[in-house]
């Protein structure tokens, strides 16, 4: 674990750096506030800081006060270094944003001491966001496919439409459905048609650009949220058929073939002023689906422009 030490006192960093590398840590050694704060702005910068309280250009309890108004979710653990012992000094050292406060000169062992108390919080707070970054994760994902659930993928249509409304781009939606989907259940069962599932999700999801997405809809049905033009989502809805087309799916001893039917709708084409167009993209989309299966499947259909 890195560990950022700011202190103007050469003697003071040179002891503290010896110490922590002895303990197992890695010291970041700068000399003053400033310097301090410049590091605390990179990458991967040290969530673990020893700090000076006098230090020219930025003092210490400064530091702590900037450290703490731009807090995240991953906050730093302070342990602040001052030569100041007077209860009215702790107290202010704490209220401005410090963890912990150590008054020199600090015995070694009890400095060790607190940095382990800062090591386990640290390590506590990496668990709670790790925790909640799974929970949001679960709340927002289909279980079986790792795509967007119904939900998620739904509140992504909305936001894509009002970004599209105000920066008049170019926008589709599809529907895509598998061909055939109760035949694999009901002849191979119901974990040969969730191996299809998934593996299906995951060519859709290889073939998505960065700034499109894809979620399970329902069932064996996904919706595209494509920022292209019809052509260009056409297209790309051909690969995404093409790739699952010319895939074999291996459950057991069986070579699945499937297909994969898919209805288009353009934004552009259903005109800006609708207040339910996420609710009228989608029943365009889901229609030309519909005649995407009507007239033998394996297709992209593109829904007719509203009159």
């Not at 920066?167 to 939606?173: A, S």
């Not at 191979?188 to 073939?207: P, T």
Request: with cysteine; net charge negative; proline share 3%.
């Amino acid at each position: 674990m890195k560990v950022l030490i700011a202190d103007d006192d050469i003697t003071s960093r040179v002891l503290l750096e010896n110490l922590t590398r002895k303990w197992g840590l890695e010291p970041v050694v700068v000399e003053d506030g400033k310097a301090a704060w410049d590091i605390l702005q990179q990458d991967d910068a040290p969530r673990l800081l020893l700090l000076d309280w006098e230090m020219p250009h930025l003092t210490g309890l400064a530091l702590c006060q900037r450290i703490r108004r731009s807090a995240d979710t991953n906050p730093a653990y302070i342990i602040l270094l001052t030569s100041r012992n007077e209860t009215v000094d702790i107290v202010t050292g704490l209220e401005m944003g410090a963890n912990d406060y150590v008054v020199k000169p600090f015995s070694p062992v009890e400095l060790q001491a607190r940095v382990q108390v800062g090591k386990r919080m640290l390590s506590l707070q990496n668990e709670l966001n790790q925790a909640q970054q799974e929970l949001a994760f679960q709340a927002s994902h289909d279980v079986l496919t790792g795509l967007l659930n119904r939900r998620a993928i739904m509140e992504g249509l909305d936001k894509e439409l009002a970004r599209t409304s105000r920066q008049h781009q170019p926008f589709c939606v599809a529907m895509c459905d598998i061909d055939f989907f109760k035949a694999i259940n009901d002849n191979y069962g119901h974990l040969a048609g969730d191996i299809v599932l998934k593996e299906v999700s995951q060519l859709i999801s290889a073939e998505m650009r960065q700034y499109d997405s894809v979620g399970r809809y329902g069932g064996e049905e996904f919706l595209l949220l494509l920022n292209a033009s019809s052509e260009d989502a056409y297209s790309l809805l051909e690969r995404i058929r093409l790739s699952i087309e010319s895939t074999v799916f291996n459950y057991q001893d069986h070579a699945l073939k499937v297909s994969i039917s898919s209805g288009l709708a353009d934004f552009q084409l259903l005109g800006h002023e609708q207040e339910n167009a996420s609710q009228l993209l989608i029943d365009s989309a889901d229609k030309a689906l519909y005649k995407a299966k009507e007239s033998g499947r394996n297709k992209v259909v593109l829904a007719e422009p509203k009159e």
